[in-house]
């Protein structure tokens, strides 16, 4: 016979579970955009599935929406059967956060809280979906410090963004070894936007080697500080420099008229290599001459994929028309805009964006011809 208070407590045991469980369905589906392709309950579903083509397409969808960051869909991705897709999902994800300035400060401390408990993770694994994170932890800096010390980029990358890392890069930078052979750990270093590192980035901008000066002009214009545009102004300027259109993309980070009045006339000269890094790189600077040069560049040859990009921050209603047409033709950059400018306006669904943007043309004529400021939500 059974002990009655052991199978009650059985029962409450997987009551808790059940409840729990239930929780984490609903802050999964909750966190969720209201207009995902099938509902919130269903997408929450297909990221607990662990079947990678569901997951992949739940994630795709998520980030297509570009609402608020929210970690709990990835979480529970991320400690499912398709955990491989997720990180490859991921990085893209955490990049596209970077790229266009969001800051996300709760997704971030979400994911490294999370990230922390996860011993289960090679520390390769651990220090691809550390790198942007950019938070301070000192159980993050350990786990990933020999990777970084054996040369592992994503694990370097993943110290520049730790504080609680900066010190081993330092130490890896000031090592006995020859120049040449601290190039990754120097490259590192110079995305960690602190001022520690300013006298190492000062001394690397004398090196009679272009590698480098080249990260030495880089960290100290990531550093943000308006008396510098006139380092990335020389830099630019130099006819022998080494990779301009990397520093192009790091005085873009400077949000001053100085800054715009460098990066706006040394655009031509940095369009050699990267294109569209330069074009996205100039959307950064708000300032008012930007769109304009953006929509005269936008159907040169090289530049749309960029311009289209560009358009996320600084694109108004006149510029619809044109990324729908991109869009059309099956340039992702130009549905990315056009969501972030319209929202519901240019659907997550990818069979509706085009009739969705359609009819957002149809009843904003007006804002059209005004070429009003958008979001318009």
């Avoid at 380092?231 to 949000?255: C, H, Q």
């Avoid at 990315?336 to 929202?343: N, P």
Wanted: glycine residues 6%.
């Amino acid at each position: 016979m059974r002990d009655p208070l052991r199978t009650v407590l059985a029962c409450l045991a997987a009551f808790i579970l059940a409840t729990a469980a239930h929780a984490e369905d609903a802050d999964v589906a909750s966190s969720l955009p209201e207009d995902i392709p099938g509902g919130r309950d269903e997408a929450a579903k297909a990221l607990k599935s662990g079947v990678p083509q569901l997951v992949k397409k739940a994630l795709e969808d998520l980030m297509f929406a570009q609402e608020a960051p929210a970690f709990a869909p990835w979480r529970v991705a991320l400690e499912g059967r398709a955990a491989g897709v997720t990180r490859e999902l991921w990085s893209f994800y955490v990049n596209f956060l970077i790229e266009r300035e969001i800051e996300a400060l709760e997704f971030r401390e979400s994911a490294t809280t999370w990230l922390e408990g996860k011993t289960d993770l090679t520390p390769e694994i651990s220090a691809t979906l550390g790198e942007g994170l950019r938070l301070s932890s000192e159980v993050l800096a350990k786990r990933h410090e020999a990777p970084a010390r054996a040369g592992n980029m994503r694990a370097l990358m993943s110290l520049a963004g730790n504080p609680a890392g900066h010190s081993v890069l330092a130490e890896l930078c000031k090592s006995d070894l020859p120049e040449p052979d601290k190039f990754a750990f120097m490259m590192a270093a110079s995305h960690t936007q602190s001022v520690a590192f300013r006298p190492l980035f000062e001394a690397w901008i004398a090196s009679s080697l272009p590698q480098p000066a080249l990260f030495g002009t880089n960290g100290i214009l990531r550093l943000g500080e308006p008396a510098d545009v006139k380092l990335g102004a020389r830099y630019l300027s130099d006819p022998r420099t080494y990779r301009r259109f990397e520093v192009f993309r790091s005085l873009s980070l400077i949000k001053t008229r100085d800054a715009a009045d460098v990066l706006i006339a040394e655009q031509p000269r940095c369009q050699e290599m990267n294109r569209e890094a330069v074009v996205i790189a100039l959307s950064r600077q708000r300032d008012e001459r930007v769109l304009p040069l953006l929509r005269k560049l936008r159907d040169s040859e090289g530049y749309t994929r960029g311009v289209c990009a560009g358009l996320w921050r600084v694109g108004r209603a006149g510029d619809v028309p044109w990324l729908l047409e991109k869009m059309d033709g099956g340039e992702m950059e130009a549905a990315l805009s056009l969501r972030r400018l319209l929202g519901k306006g240019c659907p997550i669904e990818f069979a509706a964006r085009v009739d969705g943007v359609k009819n957002w043309i149809a009843e904003h004529q007006e804002a059209i011809e005004k070429d009003a400021e958008l979001p318009a939500r």
